[in-house]
Protein backbone atom coordinates (compact mmCIF):
# COMPACT_ATOMS: atom_id res chain seq x y z
CA UNK A 1 0.00 0.00 0.00
CA UNK A 2 1.25 3.68 -0.03
CA UNK A 3 2.91 5.30 2.20
CA UNK A 4 0.77 6.95 4.72
CA UNK A 5 0.72 10.93 5.10
CA UNK A 6 -1.40 12.63 7.64
CA UNK A 7 -3.35 15.55 7.18
CA UNK A 8 -2.48 18.47 8.90
CA UNK A 9 -3.75 21.46 7.45
CA UNK A 10 -6.19 23.33 9.38
CA UNK A 11 -4.95 21.81 12.86
CA UNK A 12 -3.94 23.68 15.67
CA UNK A 13 -1.03 22.59 18.19
CA UNK A 14 1.87 21.48 18.18
CA UNK A 15 3.47 19.77 14.70
CA UNK A 16 3.68 16.03 16.48
CA UNK A 17 0.01 16.82 17.94
CA UNK A 18 -1.68 17.46 14.65
CA UNK A 19 -0.07 13.90 13.75
CA UNK A 20 -1.14 12.08 16.60
CA UNK A 21 -4.97 14.20 15.92
CA UNK A 22 -4.41 12.63 12.18
CA UNK A 23 -3.83 9.06 13.56
CA UNK A 24 -6.71 9.16 15.61
CA UNK A 25 -9.49 10.43 13.36
CA UNK A 26 -7.83 8.02 9.91
CA UNK A 27 -8.02 5.22 12.84
CA UNK A 28 -11.75 5.82 13.60
CA UNK A 29 -12.91 6.55 10.43
CA UNK A 30 -10.84 2.86 8.88
CA UNK A 31 -9.05 4.38 6.54
CA UNK A 32 -5.89 2.89 9.07
CA UNK A 33 -7.15 -0.61 10.00
CA UNK A 34 -5.54 -2.53 12.80
CA UNK A 35 -2.95 -4.28 11.88
CA UNK A 36 -2.03 -1.88 9.35
CA UNK A 37 1.99 -0.86 9.37
CA UNK A 38 2.87 2.58 9.99
CA UNK A 39 5.98 4.19 7.59
CA UNK A 40 9.24 4.12 9.95
CA UNK A 41 9.19 7.79 11.93
CA UNK A 42 12.51 9.10 9.86
CA UNK A 43 10.67 8.84 6.63
CA UNK A 44 7.69 10.04 7.58
CA UNK A 45 9.07 12.73 8.86
CA UNK A 46 10.76 13.31 5.37
CA UNK A 47 7.69 13.45 3.64
CA UNK A 48 6.04 15.79 6.08
CA UNK A 49 9.40 18.56 6.17
CA UNK A 50 9.70 18.11 10.34
CA UNK A 51 12.28 16.25 12.43
CA UNK A 52 12.46 12.83 13.06
CA UNK A 53 12.01 13.74 16.91
CA UNK A 54 8.52 15.20 16.16
CA UNK A 55 7.62 11.97 14.62
CA UNK A 56 9.12 9.72 17.10
CA UNK A 57 7.23 11.77 19.72
CA UNK A 58 3.66 11.28 17.98
CA UNK A 59 4.31 7.99 17.66
CA UNK A 60 4.98 7.50 21.21
CA UNK A 61 2.26 9.68 22.53
CA UNK A 62 -0.05 7.75 19.72
CA UNK A 63 0.97 4.28 21.39
CA UNK A 64 0.48 5.58 25.19
CA UNK A 65 -3.29 6.01 23.81
CA UNK A 66 -3.14 2.61 22.93
CA UNK A 67 -3.80 3.76 19.08
CA UNK A 68 -0.29 2.44 18.40
CA UNK A 69 1.30 -0.86 19.27
CA UNK A 70 5.36 -1.39 18.54
CA UNK A 71 7.00 -4.62 17.40
CA UNK A 72 10.46 -4.98 18.05
CA UNK A 73 12.15 -5.57 14.56
CA UNK A 74 9.12 -5.26 12.65
CA UNK A 75 8.16 -1.52 12.99
CA UNK A 76 4.99 0.18 14.44
CA UNK A 77 1.40 -1.00 13.69
CA UNK A 78 -1.98 -0.03 14.23
CA UNK A 79 -3.11 -1.44 17.34
CA UNK A 80 -6.16 -3.83 17.24
CA UNK A 81 -8.94 -2.81 20.05
CA UNK A 82 -9.94 -6.29 20.43
CA UNK A 83 -6.87 -7.74 21.57
CA UNK A 84 -6.65 -4.15 24.32
CA UNK A 85 -7.68 -6.19 27.21
CA UNK A 86 -4.63 -9.02 26.68
CA UNK A 87 -2.37 -6.92 25.36
CA UNK A 88 -2.17 -3.53 27.42
CA UNK A 89 -2.07 -3.41 30.91
CA UNK A 90 -5.64 -1.97 32.47
CA UNK A 91 -4.96 1.84 33.91
CA UNK A 92 -3.98 1.82 37.25
CA UNK A 93 -6.83 3.51 39.63
CA UNK A 94 -3.69 3.97 42.36
CA UNK A 95 -3.37 7.28 43.86
CA UNK A 96 0.16 7.92 43.19
CA UNK A 97 1.39 10.95 45.09
CA UNK A 98 3.97 12.10 42.44
CA UNK A 99 4.10 12.08 38.90
CA UNK A 100 1.45 12.84 36.89
CA UNK A 101 -1.90 15.09 38.02
CA UNK A 102 -4.37 12.60 37.34
CA UNK A 103 -7.65 14.44 36.48
CA UNK A 104 -8.84 11.36 34.37
CA UNK A 105 -10.16 9.20 36.93
CA UNK A 106 -13.69 9.51 38.12
CA UNK A 107 -13.20 8.10 41.63
CA UNK A 108 -14.53 9.99 44.86
CA UNK A 109 -11.88 11.23 47.53
CA UNK A 110 -9.82 8.18 49.66
CA UNK A 111 -12.59 7.33 52.20
CA UNK A 112 -11.75 8.20 55.75
CA UNK A 113 -13.53 4.97 56.88
CA UNK A 114 -10.30 3.37 59.10
CA UNK A 115 -12.25 3.62 62.01
CA UNK A 116 -15.71 2.27 60.67
CA UNK A 117 -14.41 -0.55 58.81
CA UNK A 118 -12.59 -1.58 62.25
CA UNK A 119 -15.54 -1.53 64.70
CA UNK A 120 -17.39 -3.61 61.76
CA UNK A 121 -15.10 -5.89 61.41
CA UNK A 122 -14.69 -5.86 64.96
CA UNK A 123 -18.45 -6.88 65.59
CA UNK A 124 -18.08 -9.49 62.62
CA UNK A 125 -15.28 -11.24 64.69
CA UNK A 126 -17.41 -11.97 67.65
CA UNK A 127 -19.82 -13.61 65.65
CA UNK A 128 -20.45 -17.36 66.86
CA UNK A 129 -19.69 -18.62 63.34
CA UNK A 130 -17.75 -17.07 60.74
CA UNK A 131 -17.55 -19.81 58.39
CA UNK A 132 -21.00 -18.56 56.86
CA UNK A 133 -18.65 -15.95 55.35
CA UNK A 134 -16.43 -18.64 53.58
CA UNK A 135 -19.34 -20.57 52.24
CA UNK A 136 -22.01 -20.49 49.24
CA UNK A 137 -25.00 -17.88 50.25
CA UNK A 138 -28.48 -18.08 48.80
CA UNK A 139 -28.33 -16.37 45.53
CA UNK A 140 -31.34 -14.83 46.16
CA UNK A 141 -30.42 -12.26 48.49
CA UNK A 142 -33.27 -12.16 50.71
CA UNK A 143 -32.05 -12.27 53.92
CA UNK A 144 -33.89 -9.79 55.77
CA UNK A 145 -31.24 -7.57 57.49
CA UNK A 146 -29.73 -7.19 54.30
CA UNK A 147 -32.71 -6.57 52.34
CA UNK A 148 -33.84 -4.05 55.13
CA UNK A 149 -30.28 -2.12 54.66
CA UNK A 150 -30.74 -2.33 50.88
CA UNK A 151 -34.00 -0.88 50.62
CA UNK A 152 -32.43 2.22 53.78
CA UNK A 153 -29.84 3.03 51.41
CA UNK A 154 -32.68 3.31 48.39
CA UNK A 155 -34.55 5.51 50.84
CA UNK A 156 -31.31 8.03 51.19
CA UNK A 157 -31.22 7.86 47.69
CA UNK A 158 -34.86 9.16 47.30
CA UNK A 159 -36.57 5.99 45.88
CA UNK A 160 -39.30 4.20 47.85
CA UNK A 161 -38.54 0.11 46.90
CA UNK A 162 -42.04 -0.63 47.78
CA UNK A 163 -43.80 -2.76 45.02
CA UNK A 164 -40.42 -3.97 43.38
CA UNK A 165 -37.35 -6.23 44.14
CA UNK A 166 -34.10 -5.26 45.30
CA UNK A 167 -30.89 -7.17 43.99
CA UNK A 168 -27.78 -6.99 45.46
CA UNK A 169 -24.66 -6.55 43.17
CA UNK A 170 -21.00 -5.89 43.04
CA UNK A 171 -21.23 -2.47 42.23
CA UNK A 172 -23.13 -0.47 40.12
CA UNK A 173 -21.47 -1.63 36.57
CA UNK A 174 -22.14 -5.11 37.78
CA UNK A 175 -25.18 -4.04 38.39
CA UNK A 176 -25.74 -2.47 34.64
CA UNK A 177 -24.68 -5.42 33.07
CA UNK A 178 -26.70 -7.85 34.86
CA UNK A 179 -29.75 -6.10 33.36
CA UNK A 180 -28.85 -5.66 30.13
CA UNK A 181 -27.98 -9.26 29.60
CA UNK A 182 -31.10 -10.00 31.32
CA UNK A 183 -33.67 -7.90 29.41
CA UNK A 184 -32.24 -7.51 25.89
CA UNK A 185 -31.87 -9.63 23.17
CA UNK A 186 -29.60 -9.36 20.07
CA UNK A 187 -30.99 -6.88 17.75
CA UNK A 188 -32.51 -5.05 20.31
CA UNK A 189 -32.13 -1.23 20.17
CA UNK A 190 -30.81 0.61 23.25
CA UNK A 191 -30.57 4.92 23.71
CA UNK A 192 -27.69 5.86 25.17
CA UNK A 193 -27.10 9.54 25.44
CA UNK A 194 -25.07 11.18 23.10
CA UNK A 195 -22.32 11.63 25.37
CA UNK A 196 -22.14 9.30 28.22
CA UNK A 197 -20.52 6.11 30.10
CA UNK A 198 -18.53 4.58 27.29
CA UNK A 199 -18.17 0.86 29.13
CA UNK A 200 -22.21 0.50 29.15
CA UNK A 201 -21.79 1.05 24.93
CA UNK A 202 -19.26 -1.58 24.92
CA UNK A 203 -21.24 -3.60 27.05
CA UNK A 204 -24.23 -3.45 24.47
CA UNK A 205 -21.75 -3.97 21.25
CA UNK A 206 -20.81 -7.17 22.81
CA UNK A 207 -24.24 -8.15 23.47
CA UNK A 208 -24.90 -7.79 19.68
CA UNK A 209 -27.55 -4.68 20.32
CA UNK A 210 -28.48 -1.76 18.18
CA UNK A 211 -27.06 1.71 20.25
CA UNK A 212 -28.09 4.92 18.67
CA UNK A 213 -27.51 7.94 20.49
CA UNK A 214 -30.01 10.46 22.02
CA UNK A 215 -29.58 14.38 22.26
CA UNK A 216 -28.67 15.83 24.85
CA UNK A 217 -28.80 19.48 26.17
CA UNK A 218 -27.35 21.33 29.23
CA UNK A 219 -29.91 19.75 31.14
CA UNK A 220 -29.73 16.13 30.15
CA UNK A 221 -31.77 13.82 27.29
CA UNK A 222 -33.88 16.12 25.01
CA UNK A 223 -37.48 14.29 25.31
CA UNK A 224 -38.29 15.95 21.72
CA UNK A 225 -35.16 13.64 20.64
CA UNK A 226 -36.04 10.13 22.47
CA UNK A 227 -39.70 10.89 21.06
CA UNK A 228 -38.67 11.31 17.70
CA UNK A 229 -36.54 7.94 17.57
CA UNK A 230 -39.42 6.37 19.37
CA UNK A 231 -41.28 7.08 16.91
CA UNK A 232 -39.22 6.57 14.22
CA UNK A 233 -38.74 2.47 15.44
CA UNK A 234 -39.64 0.15 18.52
CA UNK A 235 -37.03 0.78 21.39
CA UNK A 236 -36.30 -1.50 23.95
CA UNK A 237 -34.54 0.71 26.49
CA UNK A 238 -33.22 3.88 27.49
CA UNK A 239 -30.07 3.97 29.49
CA UNK A 240 -29.38 7.41 30.97
CA UNK A 241 -27.53 9.39 33.96
CA UNK A 242 -30.27 11.77 34.80
CA UNK A 243 -27.87 13.37 38.19
CA UNK A 244 -24.66 14.43 37.97
CA UNK A 245 -23.84 12.64 34.54
CA UNK A 246 -20.63 12.01 33.45
CA UNK A 247 -19.24 13.65 31.50
CA UNK A 248 -21.25 16.69 31.22
CA UNK A 249 -22.21 17.24 35.40
CA UNK A 250 -26.03 17.81 33.98
CA UNK A 251 -29.10 16.72 36.23
CA UNK A 252 -32.34 16.72 34.93
CA UNK A 253 -35.20 18.55 36.74
CA UNK A 254 -38.51 17.09 37.62
CA UNK A 255 -40.39 17.96 34.90
CA UNK A 256 -38.08 16.19 31.83
CA UNK A 257 -37.83 13.14 34.51
CA UNK A 258 -41.94 12.99 34.48
CA UNK A 259 -41.74 13.52 30.65
CA UNK A 260 -39.05 10.71 29.52
CA UNK A 261 -41.26 8.49 32.05
CA UNK A 262 -44.28 9.37 30.33
CA UNK A 263 -42.88 8.88 26.85
CA UNK A 264 -41.38 5.26 28.01
CA UNK A 265 -44.93 4.05 29.21
CA UNK A 266 -46.68 5.55 25.84
CA UNK A 267 -44.16 3.50 23.89
CA UNK A 268 -43.63 0.82 26.00
CA UNK A 269 -39.87 1.21 26.44
CA UNK A 270 -37.73 -0.03 29.73
CA UNK A 271 -35.61 2.78 31.52
CA UNK A 272 -31.93 1.98 32.65
CA UNK A 273 -31.60 3.96 35.42
CA UNK A 274 -27.50 5.07 36.15
CA UNK A 275 -27.98 6.82 39.65
CA UNK A 276 -24.58 5.86 40.94
CA UNK A 277 -24.06 9.39 41.45
CA UNK A 278 -27.01 10.85 42.68
CA UNK A 279 -26.68 10.15 46.46
CA UNK A 280 -24.08 12.86 46.45
CA UNK A 281 -26.48 15.54 45.45
CA UNK A 282 -28.68 16.43 48.35
CA UNK A 283 -30.87 18.65 46.64
CA UNK A 284 -31.61 16.10 43.66
CA UNK A 285 -35.37 15.15 42.22
CA UNK A 286 -37.00 11.84 42.69
CA UNK A 287 -35.89 9.41 40.60
CA UNK A 288 -37.32 8.18 37.58
CA UNK A 289 -38.22 4.94 38.68
CA UNK A 290 -40.64 7.18 41.20
CA UNK A 291 -42.56 8.18 37.80
CA UNK A 292 -41.94 4.79 35.93
CA UNK A 293 -41.65 2.26 38.68
CA UNK A 294 -43.24 -0.36 36.68
CA UNK A 295 -40.52 -0.33 33.69
CA UNK A 296 -37.57 1.57 35.08
CA UNK A 297 -34.56 -0.60 36.57
CA UNK A 298 -32.49 1.79 38.99
CA UNK A 299 -29.18 0.94 39.91
CA UNK A 300 -26.85 2.61 42.16
CA UNK A 301 -23.86 1.86 44.47
CA UNK A 302 -21.61 2.59 47.72
CA UNK A 303 -18.25 3.07 45.83
CA UNK A 304 -19.37 6.63 44.47
CA UNK A 305 -20.57 7.91 47.72
CA UNK A 306 -19.23 5.96 50.29
CA UNK A 307 -15.87 4.54 49.79
CA UNK A 308 -14.65 3.14 45.98
CA UNK A 309 -13.61 -0.21 47.08
CA UNK A 310 -16.71 -1.37 49.15
CA UNK A 311 -17.97 -2.98 45.78
CA UNK A 312 -21.13 -3.52 46.89
CA UNK A 313 -24.28 -1.76 44.13
CA UNK A 314 -28.40 -2.39 44.58
CA UNK A 315 -30.75 -2.84 41.57
CA UNK A 316 -34.37 -2.08 42.16
CA UNK A 317 -36.63 -3.56 39.41
CA UNK A 318 -40.50 -3.98 39.26
CA UNK A 319 -40.92 -7.73 40.51
CA UNK A 320 -41.71 -8.76 36.98
CA UNK A 321 -38.31 -7.96 35.61
CA UNK A 322 -36.76 -8.98 39.19
CA UNK A 323 -36.28 -12.32 38.32
CA UNK A 324 -34.03 -12.34 35.14
CA UNK A 325 -31.83 -9.52 36.79
CA UNK A 326 -31.52 -12.09 39.67
CA UNK A 327 -30.82 -14.81 37.73
CA UNK A 328 -28.33 -12.91 35.68
CA UNK A 329 -26.49 -12.00 38.93
CA UNK A 330 -26.06 -16.05 39.91
CA UNK A 331 -25.09 -16.57 36.75
CA UNK A 332 -21.88 -13.66 36.37
CA UNK A 333 -20.79 -14.12 40.11
CA UNK A 334 -24.00 -16.33 42.11
CA UNK A 335 -23.32 -14.35 44.74
CA UNK A 336 -22.02 -11.27 45.99
CA UNK A 337 -19.41 -12.09 48.54
CA UNK A 338 -20.42 -12.59 52.00
CA UNK A 339 -18.42 -10.47 53.81
CA UNK A 340 -17.65 -7.38 51.74
CA UNK A 341 -21.90 -7.53 52.03
CA UNK A 342 -21.52 -7.74 55.60
CA UNK A 343 -19.48 -4.79 55.94
CA UNK A 344 -22.09 -3.02 53.73
CA UNK A 345 -25.05 -3.38 55.69
CA UNK A 346 -23.15 -2.82 59.05
CA UNK A 347 -21.96 0.56 57.96
CA UNK A 348 -25.58 1.49 56.88
CA UNK A 349 -27.28 0.29 59.83
CA UNK A 350 -24.99 1.68 62.02
CA UNK A 351 -25.10 5.33 60.33
CA UNK A 352 -21.60 5.18 59.17
CA UNK A 353 -22.53 4.98 55.84
CA UNK A 354 -24.28 7.95 55.66
CA UNK A 355 -21.43 9.80 58.04
CA UNK A 356 -18.93 9.12 54.86
CA UNK A 357 -21.29 10.22 52.14
CA UNK A 358 -21.83 13.61 54.05
CA UNK A 359 -18.04 13.63 54.20
CA UNK A 360 -17.93 13.10 50.18
CA UNK A 361 -19.73 15.64 49.88
CA UNK A 362 -18.54 18.07 51.34
CA UNK A 363 -14.81 16.97 50.01
CA UNK A 364 -16.49 17.35 46.81
CA UNK A 365 -17.88 21.05 47.63
CA UNK A 366 -14.01 22.25 48.80
CA UNK A 367 -12.86 21.22 45.26
CA UNK A 368 -15.40 22.74 43.07
CA UNK A 369 -14.40 25.61 44.92
CA UNK A 370 -11.00 25.36 44.12
CA UNK A 371 -11.73 24.60 40.28
CA UNK A 372 -14.52 27.49 40.19
CA UNK A 373 -11.53 29.69 41.88
CA UNK A 374 -9.01 28.22 39.77
CA UNK A 375 -10.32 27.92 36.20
CA UNK A 376 -13.66 29.81 36.70
CA UNK A 377 -12.86 32.37 33.59
CA UNK A 378 -13.36 29.74 31.56
CA UNK A 379 -16.34 27.74 30.22
CA UNK A 380 -16.50 25.92 33.26
CA UNK A 381 -19.39 23.77 33.92
CA UNK A 382 -19.98 21.55 37.33
CA UNK A 383 -22.20 21.16 40.14
CA UNK A 384 -20.91 22.07 43.58
CA UNK A 385 -21.51 18.45 45.10
CA UNK A 386 -20.04 16.69 41.60
CA UNK A 387 -16.94 14.94 41.49
CA UNK A 388 -16.21 16.41 38.20
CA UNK A 389 -16.21 19.34 36.00
CA UNK A 390 -17.00 19.98 32.34
CA UNK A 391 -14.45 22.14 30.55
CA UNK A 392 -15.45 23.63 27.40
CA UNK A 393 -12.37 24.72 25.32
CA UNK A 394 -11.00 28.34 23.91
CA UNK A 395 -11.58 28.55 20.09
CA UNK A 396 -8.68 27.08 18.44
CA UNK A 397 -8.07 23.87 21.17
CA UNK A 398 -9.70 20.30 20.14
CA UNK A 399 -10.59 17.45 22.80
CA UNK A 400 -7.71 15.84 21.57
CA UNK A 401 -4.89 18.65 21.05
CA UNK A 402 -5.51 19.80 24.77
CA UNK A 403 -5.61 16.43 26.38
CA UNK A 404 -1.89 15.94 24.79
CA UNK A 405 -0.59 19.17 25.65
CA UNK A 406 -2.17 18.54 29.09
CA UNK A 407 -0.57 15.31 29.31
CA UNK A 408 2.89 17.52 28.38
CA UNK A 409 2.89 19.33 31.33
CA UNK A 410 2.19 16.35 33.51
CA UNK A 411 -1.72 16.70 34.26
CA UNK A 412 -3.91 13.53 32.77
CA UNK A 413 -7.83 14.59 31.34
CA UNK A 414 -10.10 13.02 29.48
CA UNK A 415 -11.66 14.49 26.59
CA UNK A 416 -14.93 14.61 24.94
CA UNK A 417 -13.49 11.80 22.32
CA UNK A 418 -14.11 8.89 25.71
CA UNK A 419 -17.83 9.20 26.28
CA UNK A 420 -19.49 10.33 22.54
CA UNK A 421 -21.42 7.78 21.16
CA UNK A 422 -20.36 6.36 17.54
CA UNK A 423 -21.84 8.99 14.71
CA UNK A 424 -21.43 11.44 17.35
CA UNK A 425 -19.35 14.84 16.84
CA UNK A 426 -17.32 14.83 19.95
CA UNK A 427 -16.88 18.44 20.89
CA UNK A 428 -13.98 20.67 22.05
CA UNK A 429 -14.11 19.79 25.80
CA UNK A 430 -12.43 17.69 28.45
CA UNK A 431 -13.82 16.16 31.63
CA UNK A 432 -11.99 16.97 34.80
CA UNK A 433 -12.04 14.29 37.67
CA UNK A 434 -11.46 16.14 40.90
CA UNK A 435 -12.16 13.11 43.38
CA UNK A 436 -9.33 10.86 42.55
CA UNK A 437 -6.05 12.75 43.81
CA UNK A 438 -5.69 11.96 47.63
CA UNK A 439 -4.00 15.74 47.80
CA UNK A 440 -5.88 19.09 47.40
CA UNK A 441 -2.42 20.91 46.94
CA UNK A 442 -1.88 18.26 43.82
CA UNK A 443 -5.39 18.97 42.61
CA UNK A 444 -4.39 22.77 42.84
CA UNK A 445 -1.18 22.02 41.08
CA UNK A 446 -2.72 20.09 38.16
CA UNK A 447 -5.53 22.98 37.94
CA UNK A 448 -2.86 25.88 37.57
CA UNK A 449 -1.29 24.11 35.00
CA UNK A 450 -4.43 23.85 32.85
CA UNK A 451 -5.15 27.53 33.89
CA UNK A 452 -1.58 28.41 32.50
CA UNK A 453 -2.46 26.29 29.02
CA UNK A 454 -5.56 27.83 28.72
CA UNK A 455 -4.28 31.15 28.60
CA UNK A 456 -2.18 30.84 25.82
CA UNK A 457 -2.80 30.00 21.94
CA UNK A 458 -2.49 26.48 21.21
CA UNK A 459 -0.37 27.45 18.15
CA UNK A 460 2.08 28.96 20.42
CA UNK A 461 3.32 25.97 21.48
CA UNK A 462 6.08 25.93 19.29
CA UNK A 463 8.64 24.17 21.70
CA UNK A 464 7.25 20.93 20.98
CA UNK A 465 7.71 21.70 17.22
Known sequence: MSIWLPKLDGRRGAKYQR???ALAEDIASGRLPPGTRLPPYRELAYRLAVSAQTVSRAYTQATRRGLLRGETGRGTFVADPSEGAASTPPPSLTRDTSGPVDLSRNLPSPSRADGPLREALREIGAASDLRMFLDYQSGNGTRRDHDAAARSWLQECGLTAAGGEVIGTCGAQHGLFCALTALLSPGDVMLTEALGYAPVRVVAERLALRILPVEIDTEGVCPESLERICRERPVRLLYLTPTLQSPTTATLSEGRRRRLAEIARRHDMLILEDD???????DRPPP???FAPERTIYVTSLSKSVAPGLRIGFVHAPSALATAVRRA??????MTPP????IAVRLIRSGAALRLLQEQRATAHRRQVLARRILGRFDLHADPQGLHAWLRLPDGWTAGSFRTAA??????VSDARDFAATGVDAPAAARLSLGHEPADHRLKTGLARLADLLSRPPQSDVLFL
Not at 276 to 282: A, D, I, M, Y
Not at 407 to 412: C, D, N, T, W
Open 339 to 342: LMDE
Open 329 to 334: VVLSVW
Open 276 to 282: VFGPLKE
Open 288 to 290: IAQ
Open 407 to 412: EERGVL
Open 19 to 21: IVE
